[in-house]
């Protein structure tokens, strides 16, 4: 039992490799996204700064990953996808797979939302609109902003991304 959980106590610094989101260190063509010491010292300015930067979303989504609370980021994603949508068709089948995967009691990837949220969210998906999620999205981003945000900047994995861009910028101004 023991050897089963084990896994589970390094959790936030588990991560085996966070390069998937990286621009590829190898390829030094100007046409070739370079991410920077700034861009990755921004993310910590604010929670909005990492979340809508093109490697900032997924680093975040790998270091939830790692904690076991993934479900919250893609619930967020799934939330601004539901807000694009135009047909009330799509808007309806759409709110539906994401109330049954998030919202719903017992849901296979439930977030955590207080009774009253859940319950106005829950009925303002009878007639989806495009803002009927707006609630139960905001107090998701607000919890990992208030908790998740702060331990990604602290973890491991977010310092070593900060040093490897930096050594990327040397590597570069040499």
Same mark, same amino acid.
């Given at each position: 039992?023991? *050897?089963?959980?084990?896994? !589970? @106590? %390094? +959790?936030?610094?588990?991560? %085996?490799?966070?390069?998937?989101?990286?621009?590829?260190?190898?390829?030094? *063509?100007?046409?070739?996204?370079? !991410? @920077?010491?700034?861009?990755?010292?921004?993310?910590?300015?604010?929670?909005?700064?990492?979340?809508?930067?093109?490697?900032?979303?997924?680093?975040?989504?790998?270091?939830?990953?790692?904690?076991?609370?993934?479900?919250?980021?893609?619930?967020?994603?799934?939330?601004?996808?539901?807000?694009?949508? +135009?047909?009330?068709?799509?808007?309806?089948? +759409?709110?539906?797979?994401?109330?049954?995967?998030?919202?719903?009691?017992?849901?296979?990837?439930?977030?955590?939302?207080?009774?009253?949220?859940?319950?106005?969210?829950?009925?303002?998906?009878?007639?989806?609109?495009?803002?009927?999620?707006?609630?139960?999205?905001?107090?998701?981003?607000?919890?990992?902003?208030?908790?998740?945000?702060?331990?990604?900047?602290? @973890?491991?994995?977010?310092?070593?991304?900060?040093?490897?861009?930096?050594?990327?910028?040397?590597?570069?101004?040499?």
């Amino acid at each position: 039992m023991k *050897t089963r959980l084990g896994c !589970l @106590s %390094n +959790k936030s610094d588990s991560y %085996n490799d966070f390069s998937e989101f990286l621009p590829p260190a190898h390829e030094t *063509t100007a046409r070739c996204l370079k !991410l @920077s010491t700034d861009e990755v010292v921004r993310w910590s300015e604010s929670f909005d700064q990492l979340i809508s930067h093109k490697y900032g979303l997924p680093a975040f989504r790998t270091f939830l990953k790692t904690e076991f609370s993934d479900e919250n980021i893609e619930f967020w994603m799934a939330c601004e996808e539901y807000k694009k949508l +135009k047909s009330s068709t799509k808007l309806v089948s +759409k709110a539906n797979k994401i109330f049954k995967e998030f919202i719903d009691v017992q849901a296979p990837r439930e977030i955590n939302l207080d009774y009253r949220t859940r319950e106005r969210t829950k009925e303002s998906l009878a007639d989806p609109t495009p803002n009927s999620l707006n609630e139960a999205q905001a107090k998701i981003y607000s919890l990992m902003e208030k908790d998740s945000y702060p331990r990604f900047l602290r @973890s491991k994995m977010y310092q070593d991304i900060v040093n490897r861009a930096h050594a990327q910028g040397q590597r570069r101004s040499v």
